[in-house]
Protein backbone atom coordinates (compact mmCIF):
# COMPACT_ATOMS: atom_id res chain seq x y z
CA UNK A 1 0.00 0.00 0.00
CA UNK A 2 1.33 3.74 -0.76
CA UNK A 3 3.17 5.57 2.13
CA UNK A 4 4.91 8.57 2.97
CA UNK A 5 7.48 9.08 4.70
CA UNK A 6 8.87 11.42 7.26
CA UNK A 7 11.81 11.65 9.19
CA UNK A 8 10.92 11.25 13.19
CA UNK A 9 12.48 13.74 14.96
CA UNK A 10 13.57 17.21 14.17
CA UNK A 11 15.16 19.44 16.51
CA UNK A 12 15.83 23.16 16.59
CA UNK A 13 16.54 26.29 18.77
CA UNK A 14 14.10 29.12 19.05
CA UNK A 15 14.55 31.84 16.47
CA UNK A 16 15.80 29.28 13.83
CA UNK A 17 14.15 27.76 10.88
CA UNK A 18 13.11 23.89 10.90
CA UNK A 19 11.86 22.18 7.85
CA UNK A 20 10.17 18.99 7.84
CA UNK A 21 10.14 16.94 4.75
CA UNK A 22 7.90 14.07 3.48
CA UNK A 23 8.63 11.92 0.01
CA UNK A 24 5.83 10.24 -1.46
CA UNK A 25 5.63 8.61 -4.95
CA UNK A 26 2.01 10.19 -5.67
CA UNK A 27 2.83 13.77 -4.32
CA UNK A 28 4.03 15.07 -8.18
CA UNK A 29 0.52 14.21 -8.67
CA UNK A 30 -1.69 14.68 -5.59
CA UNK A 31 -1.62 17.71 -3.32
CA UNK A 32 0.09 17.47 0.49
CA UNK A 33 -1.28 18.68 3.24
CA UNK A 34 0.33 19.75 6.85
CA UNK A 35 -1.74 19.26 10.60
CA UNK A 36 0.35 20.40 13.66
CA UNK A 37 -0.86 18.18 16.96
CA UNK A 38 0.16 18.61 20.53
CA UNK A 39 -0.65 16.43 23.27
CA UNK A 40 -4.40 15.26 23.86
CA UNK A 41 -5.43 17.48 21.28
CA UNK A 42 -7.06 17.39 17.82
CA UNK A 43 -4.94 17.94 14.78
CA UNK A 44 -5.10 21.24 13.38
CA UNK A 45 -4.27 21.86 9.64
CA UNK A 46 -1.43 24.35 8.50
CA UNK A 47 -0.99 23.88 5.48
CA UNK A 48 -2.92 22.65 2.61
CA UNK A 49 -2.79 22.16 -1.43
CA UNK A 50 1.33 21.98 -0.72
CA UNK A 51 1.86 25.53 0.21
CA UNK A 52 -1.66 27.45 0.67
CA UNK A 53 -1.62 28.76 4.97
CA UNK A 54 -5.66 28.43 6.26
CA UNK A 55 -6.75 31.89 7.74
CA UNK A 56 -5.12 31.78 11.59
CA UNK A 57 -2.26 30.42 10.93
CA UNK A 58 0.88 32.50 11.23
CA UNK A 59 3.02 33.32 8.71
CA UNK A 60 6.14 31.76 9.98
CA UNK A 61 4.59 28.50 8.59
CA UNK A 62 4.74 27.57 5.16
CA UNK A 63 4.87 24.46 2.60
CA UNK A 64 6.18 23.33 -0.51
CA UNK A 65 7.00 21.22 -3.06
CA UNK A 66 9.72 19.38 -5.52
CA UNK A 67 8.94 16.18 -7.05
CA UNK A 68 7.57 13.54 -5.01
CA UNK A 69 8.82 15.31 -1.55
CA UNK A 70 7.26 18.17 0.34
CA UNK A 71 8.74 20.56 2.97
CA UNK A 72 6.69 22.55 5.67
CA UNK A 73 9.11 25.16 6.63
CA UNK A 74 8.55 26.98 10.22
CA UNK A 75 10.71 30.00 10.04
CA UNK A 76 12.01 31.83 13.39
CA UNK A 77 10.70 28.66 15.20
CA UNK A 78 8.82 29.46 18.66
CA UNK A 79 8.50 27.33 21.75
CA UNK A 80 4.97 26.77 21.36
CA UNK A 81 5.86 25.14 17.79
CA UNK A 82 6.44 22.24 19.55
CA UNK A 83 4.26 19.39 18.71
CA UNK A 84 4.01 17.00 16.15
CA UNK A 85 3.45 17.09 13.01
CA UNK A 86 1.89 14.92 9.89
CA UNK A 87 1.95 15.12 6.23
CA UNK A 88 -0.97 14.15 4.34
CA UNK A 89 -2.20 13.35 1.12
CA UNK A 90 -4.04 10.85 -1.44
CA UNK A 91 -2.62 7.32 -3.34
CA UNK A 92 -2.05 7.82 -7.21
CA UNK A 93 -6.15 7.47 -7.95
CA UNK A 94 -6.94 9.90 -5.63
CA UNK A 95 -9.38 7.29 -3.60
CA UNK A 96 -7.18 6.71 -0.64
CA UNK A 97 -6.19 9.24 1.92
CA UNK A 98 -2.37 8.74 3.55
CA UNK A 99 -1.05 10.03 6.57
CA UNK A 100 3.14 10.18 7.28
CA UNK A 101 4.02 8.34 10.11
CA UNK A 102 4.75 12.38 11.67
CA UNK A 103 7.91 14.22 12.59
CA UNK A 104 8.29 15.20 16.78
CA UNK A 105 9.51 19.17 16.28
CA UNK A 106 11.72 19.62 19.66
CA UNK A 107 12.15 23.28 20.41
CA UNK A 108 15.32 23.21 22.51
CA UNK B 1 -18.74 28.55 12.59
CA UNK B 2 -18.40 24.52 11.62
CA UNK B 3 -18.20 22.34 14.71
CA UNK B 4 -17.56 18.58 15.06
CA UNK B 5 -19.04 17.17 18.53
CA UNK B 6 -17.96 13.46 19.22
CA UNK B 7 -19.76 10.98 21.54
CA UNK B 8 -18.13 10.45 24.85
CA UNK B 9 -15.22 8.02 25.94
CA UNK B 10 -16.30 4.40 25.94
CA UNK B 11 -15.19 1.12 28.26
CA UNK B 12 -15.79 -2.21 26.52
CA UNK B 13 -15.20 -5.73 26.85
CA UNK B 14 -13.36 -7.67 23.82
CA UNK B 15 -16.48 -9.40 21.65
CA UNK B 16 -18.87 -6.22 22.16
CA UNK B 17 -20.39 -4.23 19.64
CA UNK B 18 -19.92 -0.20 19.57
CA UNK B 19 -21.30 3.05 17.46
CA UNK B 20 -19.61 6.09 17.85
CA UNK B 21 -20.73 9.49 16.69
CA UNK B 22 -19.58 12.82 15.11
CA UNK B 23 -22.37 15.67 15.07
CA UNK B 24 -21.76 18.48 12.43
CA UNK B 25 -22.93 22.30 12.84
CA UNK B 26 -22.67 25.45 10.89
CA UNK B 27 -22.89 23.69 7.86
CA UNK B 28 -25.16 21.79 5.40
CA UNK B 29 -25.10 17.82 5.58
CA UNK B 30 -24.18 17.37 1.64
CA UNK B 31 -21.16 20.06 1.68
CA UNK B 32 -18.38 17.86 3.19
CA UNK B 33 -17.25 14.38 3.11
CA UNK B 34 -16.81 12.94 7.21
CA UNK B 35 -13.26 11.48 7.68
CA UNK B 36 -12.36 9.14 10.75
CA UNK B 37 -8.36 8.79 11.52
CA UNK B 38 -7.77 6.71 14.69
CA UNK B 39 -4.67 7.38 16.90
CA UNK B 40 -3.37 4.10 19.05
CA UNK B 41 -2.13 5.18 22.13
CA UNK B 42 1.54 7.12 21.31
CA UNK B 43 1.37 6.25 17.65
CA UNK B 44 0.68 8.21 14.71
CA UNK B 45 -2.60 9.08 12.64
CA UNK B 46 -4.31 6.58 10.31
CA UNK B 47 -7.16 7.09 8.06
CA UNK B 48 -9.86 4.64 8.22
CA UNK B 49 -12.29 5.91 5.61
CA UNK B 50 -14.59 8.60 4.48
CA UNK B 51 -17.74 8.68 3.96
CA UNK B 52 -20.21 11.45 1.84
CA UNK B 53 -23.74 12.25 3.50
CA UNK B 54 -24.85 13.81 0.23
CA UNK B 55 -25.61 10.51 -1.18
CA UNK B 56 -23.93 7.93 1.68
CA UNK B 57 -21.05 7.03 -0.93
CA UNK B 58 -17.97 5.27 1.54
CA UNK B 59 -14.59 4.80 0.50
CA UNK B 60 -12.40 2.94 3.00
CA UNK B 61 -9.28 2.53 3.91
CA UNK B 62 -7.83 -1.46 2.84
CA UNK B 63 -6.78 -1.44 6.24
CA UNK B 64 -10.21 -1.17 8.05
CA UNK B 65 -12.43 -2.47 5.28
CA UNK B 66 -14.49 -5.14 6.85
CA UNK B 67 -13.24 -3.82 10.31
CA UNK B 68 -15.37 -1.35 10.69
CA UNK B 69 -18.69 0.84 8.99
CA UNK B 70 -19.43 3.92 8.20
CA UNK B 71 -22.84 5.66 8.49
CA UNK B 72 -24.36 8.72 8.55
CA UNK B 73 -27.73 10.38 9.73
CA UNK B 74 -28.58 13.10 7.20
CA UNK B 75 -31.59 14.68 9.26
CA UNK B 76 -28.98 14.78 12.09
CA UNK B 77 -26.08 15.80 10.08
CA UNK B 78 -24.63 13.21 12.34
CA UNK B 79 -21.87 10.54 11.20
CA UNK B 80 -21.18 7.04 12.90
CA UNK B 81 -18.63 4.38 13.02
CA UNK B 82 -19.26 1.01 14.44
CA UNK B 83 -17.55 -2.08 15.02
CA UNK B 84 -19.52 -5.48 15.71
CA UNK B 85 -17.07 -7.01 17.65
CA UNK B 86 -14.11 -5.22 19.16
CA UNK B 87 -10.66 -6.47 20.27
CA UNK B 88 -8.52 -5.10 22.33
CA UNK B 89 -5.98 -3.60 19.32
CA UNK B 90 -9.28 -1.31 18.93
CA UNK B 91 -8.10 0.60 21.52
CA UNK B 92 -7.26 4.23 20.36
CA UNK B 93 -8.50 7.92 19.89
CA UNK B 94 -10.72 8.03 17.04
CA UNK B 95 -11.19 11.49 15.36
CA UNK B 96 -13.77 12.84 13.02
CA UNK B 97 -13.17 15.15 10.24
CA UNK B 98 -14.70 17.42 7.50
CA UNK B 99 -13.42 17.69 4.05
CA UNK B 100 -14.85 19.57 1.33
CA UNK B 101 -16.91 17.28 -1.46
CA UNK B 102 -13.71 18.53 -4.50
CA UNK B 103 -10.66 17.47 -1.78
CA UNK B 104 -12.10 14.79 0.32
CA UNK B 105 -8.13 14.27 1.80
CA UNK B 106 -8.35 18.39 3.34
CA UNK B 107 -9.08 17.59 6.87
CA UNK B 108 -10.16 21.29 7.90
CA UNK B 109 -12.42 20.87 10.79
CA UNK B 110 -12.04 17.89 13.46
CA UNK B 111 -14.09 16.68 16.26
CA UNK B 112 -12.69 16.56 19.81
CA UNK B 113 -12.19 12.86 19.30
CA UNK B 114 -13.56 9.80 21.58
CA UNK B 115 -11.57 7.66 23.56
CA UNK B 116 -12.38 3.79 22.92
CA UNK B 117 -10.79 1.38 25.53
CA UNK B 118 -11.22 -2.32 25.01
CA UNK B 119 -9.97 -4.48 27.71
CA UNK B 120 -11.47 -7.68 29.40
Known amino acids: SYELTQTPSVSVSPGQTARITCSGGALAKQYAYWYQQKPDQAPVVMIY???ERPSGIPERFSGSSSGTTVTLTISGVQAEDEADYYCQSADSSGTSVVFGGGTKLTVL | EVQLVQSGAEVKKPGESLKISCKGSGYSYNRYWIGWVRQMPGKGLEWMGSIYPGDSGTRYSPSFQGQVTLSVDKSSNTAHVQWNSLKASDTAMYFCATAPWEAPQYFHHWGQGTLVTVSS
Open chain 1, 49 to 51: KDN
